[in-house]
């Protein structure tokens, strides 16, 4: 009696016109329903509608661009969530960061995702880019794909390095002073660096000023630092990582023998 | 021994073992899948019958599944290591006080390490650059067709090992040595010692041309030094054409001057750290070209 009853209302729910206008595919088990929910699903259609057996293999691919991307959408959820806790301000920022040790619910262990999460991103994409290497991945037709995946690794560097500074501690103030004054030793534009003096480069207006917004590493660099890391970076990497799998799906997935 | 567990849980460092142990675990992964695939193209049994490529298999569920798995089992064990460790953090910024040592983030140790052997400009740009732009060139300069998408020695002999040397020493053994090996001051020490942030190491370095008996100031020793370097390249690249081209190589008339030279010179250059290296650990040796505006 009751079975019945729910089969009805199962029946009276999924063909009214909301439902419809919401899941256009039977959930059944044939081959056009799975074809179908890669083909007419926006978060699936990045993938080809079948691939070779052998490019699922882990022992293959070793998975490792799929875990990089997956972290980047894990790395820009948790973000989103740090931001709101967090002023880029040199006054308030290193506060922000106890408060979430020891005020936030769940503070400390999201601010420890992030963090492992982000040094896990950037181990994975140099794996990556290693396995796509030993397979030899980036032959004709793949060439220009690995040099997006070049940029995607210049990125990831630049979003872990830009994601130091935030925690305006000792660790992060130092590790940002070390890794900028190499940039005071660039050739031409920098003032340290060969012919830097001579075409007129001084602390002040050269390319590690670019950087820091300032000759040393102050307020200023904080807030580039963080909208670099918040905002800039990650924009140019949603639009690479589309550009990345779009490729991937054109092309086909690896191992064309 | 205490002082190794001390250095192993300190700041990031537990990510940078982490870091050490996955690459060459890769490594090893593919070395044996290259070895093994080698082996069945010997046999005559290449490529294997279920990767022809004809043997497909539908995205939804197969691959889907894996992905969700994958997601799943990154999300628990992030977790996991977020309840177990805690990001680091030290005190208030202070530019009053410089830390001993101070580091840059782990994957920029490498290059900090080569501060020792060049000079920032080098170290922290030109090398930095060179990488990315040989990186992006890797496509372009490698026309050999084979090996496209399964692992192989045999057919990328010079491909595989001069990547995988430059990735698995250069790159990696310089961030291992940088965060495990360099304490105060940017001293070597053994796991086993204590740092001590007094010790001075007094060393005297010589410049190459003053193996020669001439001052690498004025300016015979800047050319002496310059010609030094320049020869590097040059030698480097002739030899080997020289010896290619008397042998009819295939592969040099394939690969045309212009690849021919920007592989060459990608190369020699990434050798030139090893023996920079060497030559500054072995001979005390500081620079080998010494002029008024740049040193190398």
Redesign the interface.
Same mark, same amino acid.
């Given at each position: 009696m009751d079975k019945e009853k729910d089969e009805k209302i199962k029946r009276y729910v999924t063909s009214s016109q909301i439902w419809k206008s919401i899941f256009r595919r039977k959930h059944d088990d044939t081959k056009r329903s799975r074809v179908l929910a890669v083909v007419g699903n926006f978060f699936l259609h990045l993938h080809p509608v079948s691939l070779s057996r052998h490019a699922l293999a882990l022992k293959y691919t070793w998975c490792m661009g799929g875990i990089t991307f997956f972290l980047f959408l894990f790395l820009t959820v948790t973000g989103v969530y740090l931001m709101f806790y967090y002023h880029p301000s040199i006054g308030e920022a290193y506060w922000d960061i106890k408060d979430l040790h020891y005020s936030v619910p769940f503070g400390k262990i999201l601010r420890n995702i992030h963090r492992w999460g982000g040094h896990l991103m950037v181990i994975t994409v140099m794996v990556h880019m290693y396995r796509v290497f030993m397979t030899g991945s980036y032959k004709a037709p793949r060439e220009f794909n690995w040099l997006i995946g070049v940029g995607l690794l210049v990125l990831t560097l630049l979003l872990s390095f830009t994601g130091y500074l935030l925690t305006w501690d000792q660790l992060g103030m130092w590790a940002i002073t070390v890794g900028t004054n190499m940039a005071g030793a660039t050739p031409l534009l920098g003032h340290e660096g060969p012919f830097g003096e001579q075409l007129g480069m001084t602390a002040h207006n050269d390319v590690r000023f670019a950087l820091l917004g300032g000759s040393s590493v102050g307020a200023n660099a904080l807030l580039r630092a963080y909208v670099w890391h918040c905002i800039a970076i990650p924009l140019f990497v949603a639009l690479l990582i589309g550009v990345h799998l779009w490729r991937v799906r054109k092309d086909g997935f690896s191992g064309s023998l | 021994m205490s002082n190794i567990i001390h250095i192993l849980f300190l700041?990031?460092n537990e990510?940078i073992a #982490?870091?050490g142990i996955?690459?060459f675990f890769?490594?090893v992964?593919?070395f044996r899948?290259?070895i093994k695939n080698d082996r069945l193209q010997k046999q005559g049994k290449w =490529?294997p019958e279920?990767?022809?490529?004809?043997?497909?298999?539908?995205?939804? =569920?197969?691959?889907?599944r894996?992905?969700f798995l994958?997601?799943i089992f990154?999300?628990a064990g #992030?977790?996991v290591?977020?309840?177990l &460790?805690?990001? =680091?953090?030290?005190?208030?910024?202070?530019?009053n006080?410089?830390?001993n040592p101070?580091? %840059?983030?782990?994957?920029?140790l490498g290059?900090?390490e080569m501060l020792v052997y060049f000079?920032?400009?080098i %170290?922290?740009? #030109?090398f930095p650059l060179l990488i990315?732009v040989g990186?992006?060139a890797? =496509?372009?300069i490698?026309i050999?067709?084979?090996?496209?998408?399964?692992?192989?020695i045999r057919e &990328?002999k010079f %491909?595989?090992s001069v990547?995988s040397f430059g990735?698995l020493f250069l790159w990696v053994i310089l961030i291992v040595v940088g965060v495990f090996f360099r304490g105060t001051g940017w001293l070597w020490y053994w796991p086993w010692q204590e740092w001590d942030p007094h010790a001075i190491v007094a060393e005297t370095n010589y410049d190459f041309t003053q193996f020669l008996g001439i001052d690498s100031r004025s300016v015979s020793g800047s050319i002496t030094g310059g010609s030094v370097v320049t020869l590097y390249y040059l030698l480097g690249m002739v030899i080997p054409y020289v010896i290619m081209k008397a042998r009819n190589s295939n592969n040099l008339q394939k690969l045309g001057l212009i690849r021919y030279i920007t592989v060459s010179f990608l190369f020699w250059s990434m050798i030139g750290l090893p023996i920079k290296m060497f030559l500054r650990l072995i001979f005390q040796m500081k620079y080998i070209w010494v002029t008024p505006?740049?040193n190398i």
């Open positions: - | 700041k990031d990510v #982490l870091f996955a690459v890769f490594a992964v593919a899948e290259a =490529p279920e990767q022809s490529g004809k043997d497909k298999v539908l995205t939804w =569920p197969f691959l889907v894996k992905e994958v997601a990154v999300t #992030l977790l290591w977020g309840v &460790r805690n990001a =680091p953090l030290e005190e208030f910024a202070d530019p006080i410089t830390p101070s580091k %840059a983030p782990w994957y920029f290059l900090q000079d920032p400009w %170290a922290g740009v #030109l990315i990186l992006m890797i =496509p372009y490698d050999n067709p084979k090996g496209s998408g399964y692992y192989t &990328r %491909a595989v990547f990735f505006w740049f």
